[in-house]
């Protein structure tokens, strides 16, 4: 097991540490990843299976590809290492 060089460089509990964030995440100045709008950004959506432990065998995305502004519909089978 290794050892804290300075255990009290590391004890926090029961203190006020410096949050250099703090005042413009409570202002609603601070900016996410979700804030920002790229010209041509994608959206997607994952569809998983109501049923618990569930393992899908098949899916028809027919109906889905035939909707104004669906550009691709993206599968386990199109992922880098697939288990299936």
């Known amino acids: ?3 804290i060089k300075d255990p009290k460089k590391y004890n ?7 949050r250099p964030d703090g005042t413009d995440k409570v ?5 996410y990843g979700a ?3 790229m010209a ?5 959506k994952i569809l998983r299976s109501p049923h618990p432990h569930a393992r899908i065998k098949s899916i028809n995305f027919d109906e889905a590809l ?3 502004g669906v550009l691709a519909v993206v599968t386990s089978k199109d992922l880098p290492d697939n288990p299936d």
């Open 1 to 3: 097991m290794t050892s």
């Open 12 to 18: 926090v509990i029961g203190t006020r540490p410096v």
């Open 27 to 31: 202002t609603g100045r601070a900016l």
């Open 35 to 37: 804030d920002f709008d």
């Open 40 to 44: 041509g950004l994608l959206h997607g």
């Open 66 to 68: 035939k909707i104004d």
